[in-house]
């Protein structure tokens, strides 16, 4: 069975600090991985999939396969980062498997 | 506006009854999902669903059920319900093809 792992239920940063968000996966084959991101009050939302490979609100995330890692990144935070962010991943045909979840709190 | 709806969004309610949670979306996906969440923690998928006539249960069992006639539509229902369903409730959907998942803002249900 597919597992994320993300060891931080809470990580708390100075603005301007970097951020770096822990997940790891554990999938034998091919997984796709993502982030998501809850701000206060509103719904889950995808923040950026490894396939696209791109840069959302200053946030990258890289696959390592090696490390079956997938760490969510940010080099200077910023207050409205301040959020609870889930690492996901799937392989084959069913659903999402979600980590447990790292809340950003990013002070002023 | 094409979006994912959950109704209602909160409920509270007594043991013993049959309670329905709606889920409706627009965009036209064939996939849909159920999870149930608690504060703060991981979300499990309690049921999918890949088309009309087609559900699996998922990863966290669950005495829930669930029914997909008509391609928006993916209502949860639970016929009796006891304080151990008190929980959050989040329906998502995903297109054909695509494994990104759209999220409804969620139920919240308590059983008192």
């Known amino acids: 069975a597919q597992r994320v792992t993300q060891p931080e239920k809470l990580l708390s940063v100075f603005k301007g600090a970097p951020v770096e968000l822990k997940c790891n996966y554990s999938?034998?084959?091919?997984?796709?991985l993502f982030w998501y991101v809850q701000y206060s009050r509103q719904r889950l939302q995808l923040l950026l999939r490894?396939?696209s490979r791109e840069s959302i609100k200053g946030f990258t995330a890289d696959l390592n396969k090696g490390e079956t890692s997938f760490h969510l990144k940010k080099p200077f935070a910023q207050e409205e980062d301040s959020a609870m962010y889930y690492c996901?991943?799937?392989?084959?045909?069913?659903?999402?498997?979600f980590g447990s979840g790292t809340r950003l709190q990013v002070q002023p | 506006e094409a979006d994912i709806y959950q109704t209602p969004r909160y409920l509270v309610i007594g043991t013993g009854k049959k309670i329905t949670l709606e889920c409706s979306q627009t965009m036209g996906h064939d996939k849909m999902y159920w999870y149930q969440q608690d504060p703060g923690m991981e979300l499990h998928l309690i049921h999918y669903?890949?088309?009309?006539?087609?559900?699996e249960k998922g990863d966290l069992s669950s005495e829930s059920t669930v029914s997909r006639i008509r391609t928006e539509h993916f209502p949860l229902t639970l016929e009796s319900a006891r304080p151990s369903h008190t929980s959050q409730y989040l329906c998502a959907s995903s297109p054909r093809g695509e494994n990104e998942q759209y999220f409804g803002p969620g139920t919240r249900l308590t059983v008192t």
């Open positions: 996901a991943s799937i392989g084959g045909r069913r659903a999402l498997t």
């Open positions: 999938y034998s084959g091919s997984p796709e």
């Open positions: 669903s890949y088309g009309v006539n087609s559900t």
């Open positions: 490894h396939i």
